[in-house]
């Protein structure tokens, strides 16, 4: 499956944002997908993730009440919602895919896409 993100862009802390991750190839409900982000010198991290079905849904501690996770299998799309954003939340956000159920580790999810840019400003 072929992951495209879109939506990153400059916010003022407290703004929100909203990103997409587009899939194509292979038939998109078969996977369940995830947002990691990875600031400047900062190993790439878990953000969150969402089951093939939408039944789970998984979030790190520091976005939990902030950001939300969802899927739309018919239109192959994949969603992040961001609010209340701080300058900490700066990094470049991945979308990913991995079969079966979600996990939090990069290394377990298979493909990956290109990465956009989410820039807080204090």
């Known amino acids: 499956v072929q992951l495209q993100a879109s939506g990153g862009g400059l916010v003022q802390a407290g703004g929100s944002l909203r990103l997409s991750c587009a899939a194509s190839?292979?038939?998109?409900?078969?996977?369940?997908v995830g947002w990691f982000r990875q600031a400047p010198g900062k190993e790439r991290e878990f953000v969150a993730a969402?089951?093939?079905?939408?039944?789970?849904?998984g979030y790190a501690d520091s976005v939990k009440g902030r950001f939300t996770i969802s899927r739309d299998n018919v239109k192959n799309t994949m969603f992040l919602q961001m609010n209340s954003l701080k300058p900490e939340d700066t990094a470049v956000y991945y979308c990913?895919?991995?079969?079966?159920?979600?996990?939090?580790?990069?290394?377990?999810?298979?493909?990956w896409g290109q990465g956009t840019q989410v820039t807080v400003s204090s």
């Open positions: 969402i089951s093939w079905s939408s039944r789970s849904v």
């Open positions: 990913a895919a991995r079969e079966f159920t979600i996990t939090t580790m990069p290394f377990e999810y298979a493909y």
């Open positions: 190839g292979r038939t998109f409900s078969n996977y369940a």
